[in-house]
């Protein structure tokens, strides 16, 4: 090894890099810097014994105070739990009346019903619950199974079309696919809906279809297609149309009848979450 | 008593000048004499008299009263404030300063304030170099505290190297023991204070005397009880000259024209001992008592010229000074001066201290303009605020009558200290329903916001189906009115209706 340079004017060790004339001195850190380095050195082998810290094959090592990432995070979800758990006791015995009259029930339901909302109802629904064809919009003052906190309470629970014994059911025959109807008919009934909710039709067609429509319809939609919320028959002279509320769309309707289906939750998510969620539902501003 | 010839030369070196002793001080922190490898040499600086010594004493007090003073300084602010004039009230997420109360959404008062400090900083260092490291960074303030508390203990330098030099004996130890005793005092003092800016001090100080303060209090106690001690008591110049990054900085911030403390080498040199009835003709005015480098807190010899490790305390004016007016010379061989100057009286002209230059005028300007926006900001802040956020999924809502419904969530912020009451309407939307969530039995209700709080309120906003005819591509603008009931100021906040582009 060849002896280090010495810099004329400072006296120190050079590296012997050179930049364009300039060479790097070797200046060493204070005394009291480098024993940093080495409290550091003996600290962090302190910290392997005490801390995870190294890879093994399949896992790595514990250390003795067993500290573990996952754990906190476990640990922190079960504070939470714990501080849900006050408000979740309350809602528990409550009905979804009492929560909402609840301010703070209220607060915690909105706030978890959201989260609830966001997890399992926002696929079809929509993340605002704004919904879409097929899937109603739940912000809107149109029900077919009645908006009252028990009504969609009730509803969460047993679902639509679902394997709930209790599920909500509301069969419309297919008209034209079960040959029930003839196609001119159909298009006559058609032309009756369109008259009733207010848009264009022919009006000689909707007096023909007025007749069929209080035969073959009026059992469940009502006699001036009002609907029933007991059956979940939609009401026609609104202006909200589930499926479309065009012709083409109604002629479609009637002829291969419209089956929708939602999951009961009952079962899926707990009877707390279910009350959260129906105070949530209820208060997007349609709740009757 | 006859003198030996041995002891003659002895004692003249010890006399720079009659009756002036030589310190046999050493600028131990000197780059040209450190070794970095070995022991780090302690600096024991001497007491200076002065000027300078009593402007940084004054400092020190004002400083140090601000810091541990002002968290017990109240501020009457009705009954559901805090009465602490200065608070950072973390959970409640505002800030208190005397009159004033910063909200979140106000956080750039703190910007400008930093802006204008940061500024404010680099014109005293174009102006005076490192006024700021010399006489006010807390590194300079405690230190200096930390060495008038040794000095109470030990004495002063001679005595305390005398002491470092002596055995352990009971006298060492209870003197050693005093010091680190009072610098833990002190350090615990400072964590104190700082914690007392962020909760009501009173009531801390209870909670600590009862050990029922929150953890975190503890723990900043511990850490600033702990800062405060290490960089204080034991690093001093250490962390000027090694941790700190600003020395680097500054560099870059003062020039020719900058008053820096400056020994007048062209009056000073040749430097040596002063002998008696000796002329001062043909010789320099410094007569090497090293008086200089024992009162320097960094352990420098400010007669090397400008180094990285000088702080610009000034201490080495004052003890200059007082030694040439013990010879009998003019005042004035280390003193603030700029390196033009100096460079122009080595050729025995004189340079004037030019004020007006560029980065001068340029710092000056952007902090009053800094300001100035600052205080334009202050004037026009409001008591109340309102903000709309308008419901965005879904953008609207068609309900079975064809009417079209909109949702805004609406925040009234009530900035005063007493309740006030609301009344919302809304302006420029023909037809319009309100439908405020929580008062749907009241036509027109009155909303009260507690005291320094906030309140938000669920509105629905209806249309007709016969006034949505009326919308351009279904869009209309339109605001929120809010009225406080008390003075029935106004305050608006403009907003959109949406519906489906027919």
């Known amino acids: 090894m060849t002896k280090p340079e010495i810099d004329e004017i400072t006296g120190v060790e050079t590296t012997d890099h050179e930049w364009d004339g300039i060479k790097e001195l070797n200046n060493p850190l204070p005394r009291w810097w480098l024993w940093v380095l080495y409290v550091s050195i003996i600290w962090s082998i302190g910290y392997w014994i005490v801390m995870p810290a190294w890879p093994l094959i399949s896992s790595h090592t514990k250390g003795v105070i067993g500290y573990s990432q996952r754990l906190v995070v476990a640990r922190s979800l079960e504070d939470a739990k714990q501080a849900q758990s006050v408000y979740l006791e309350k809602i528990a015995a409550a009905d979804p009346a009492a929560i909402k009259a609840d301010p703070e029930l209220l607060r915690f339901s909105l706030a978890g019903g959201e989260a609830a909302f966001g997890d399992n109802c926002a696929p079809c629904h929509g993340r605002g619950a704004q919904g879409s064809t097929g899937y109603p919009n739940l912000n809107d003052d149109n029900w077919l199974w009645g908006g009252t906190l028990e009504d969609i309470h009730q509803t969460l629970k047993v679902g639509i079309r679902s394997t709930h014994e209790d599920t909500r059911v509301n069969p419309m025959p297919a008209f034209g696919r079960d040959k029930i109807l003839e196609p001119a008919q159909i298009s006559d009934v058609t032309e009756f809906v369109l008259s009733i909710s207010g848009s264009e039709a022919t009006a000689e067609a909707a007096t023909r279809g007025k007749a069929i429509f209080a035969e073959q319809c009026s059992a469940c939609h009502g006699e001036g297609g009002k609907g029933n919320m007991e059956l979940g028959a939609p009401n026609l002279t609104d202006r909200i149309w589930l499926y479309g509320g065009d012709k083409a769309a109604i002629t479609q309707t009637i002829r291969n009848s419209r089956a929708g289906v939602m999951p009961a939750w009952e079962g899926r998510l707990s009877p707390e979450t279910l009350k959260q969620l129906a105070v949530y539902v209820h208060s997007l501003g349609g709740g009757q | ?502």
């Open chain 2, 1 to 502: 008593m006859a003198v030996t010839a041995e002891e003659r030369p002895k004692k003249r070196l010890s006399e720079a000048a009659p009756g002036v002793e030589r310190s046999d001080a050493e600028a131990v922190n000197a780059p040209e004499v450190r070794s970095l490898y070995t022991v780090r040499e302690k600096v024991y600086p001497k007491r200076a008299y002065g000027k300078f010594r009593t402007l940084k004493w004054g400092v020190m007090a004002i400083t140090l009263g601000i810091y541990y003073l002002l968290p017990w300084l109240r501020w009457d602010r009705g009954e559901h404030l805090s009465n602490q004039a200065v608070l950072i009230d973390f959970p409640n997420r505002r800030f208190f300063f005397f009159f004033l109360e910063i909200w979140p959404q106000e956080f750039y008062f703190i910007t400008g304030l930093l802006v204008i400090s940061a500024l404010a900083l680099f014109l005293a260092t174009a102006l005076a170099g490192r006024v700021w490291c010399g006489y006010t960074c807390p590194q300079t303030v405690w230190t200096d505290l930390m060495i008038a508390v040794e000095r109470l203990w030990q004495g002063d330098r001679n005595a305390r190297m005398r002491l470092d030099k002596a055995p352990w004996t009971l006298n060492k130890v209870w003197r050693k023991g005093g010091t680190h005793l009072s610098w833990l005092l002190v350090s615990i003092s400072t964590g104190g204070a700082f914690v007392f800016f962020f909760r009501d001090a009173p009531t801390l100080l209870g909670e600590f005397m009862r050990f029922e303060a929150p953890p975190i209090a503890y723990i900043f106690l511990a850490i600033f009880t702990a800062t405060t001690y290490l960089l204080g008591g034991i690093a001093r110049e250490q962390v000027c000259t090694f941790m700190c990054p600003w020395p680097r900085i500054q560099g870059a911030m003062f020039d020719q024209h900058s008053l820096l403390v400056s020994y007048r080498g062209w009056r000073g040199e040749e430097r040596g001992p002063h002998k008696k009835d000796e002329s001062w003709e043909g010789r320099g005015d410094c007569i090497d008592c090293k008086q200089c480098v024992a009162v320097c807190p960094a352990g420098i010899d400010i007669r090397d010229g400008g180094q990285l490790e000088c702080i610009q305390c000034a201490l080495c004016i004052d003890a200059c000074n007082s030694i040439m007016d013990k010879i009998d010379r003019p005042r004035g061989l280390i003193a603030y001066d700029t390196i033009d100057n100096l460079e122009a009286a080595a050729k025995g002209k004189t340079s004037p201290v030019k004020l007006l230059r560029p980065r001068i005028l340029l710092y000056s300007a952007t902090i009053t303009l800094v300001g100035i926006i600052m205080l334009v900001a202050l004037w026009n802040r409001t008591i109340l605020e309102v903000n709309v956020l308008r419901d965005r999924n879904p953008l609207f809502v068609a309900l079975s009558d064809g009417s079209i419904r909109n949702g805004y969530t609406l925040k009234i912020l009530n900035k005063r200290h007493e309740e006030r009451a609301f009344r919302v309407g809304t302006k420029g939307l023909l037809g319009a329903t309100l439908r405020i969530v929580g008062f749907e039995k009241d036509a027109d209700p009155t909303i009260t916001v507690v005291p320094d709080d906030l309140r938000a309120l669920r509105i629905y906003v209806t249309l007709p189906e016969a006034s949505l005819q009326k919308l351009k591509d279904g869009v209309s603008e339109f605001d929120f009115i809010v009225t406080d009931l008390g003075d029935t100021s106004t305050v608006r906040n403009d907003t959109t209706f949406r519906s489906p582009v027919r």
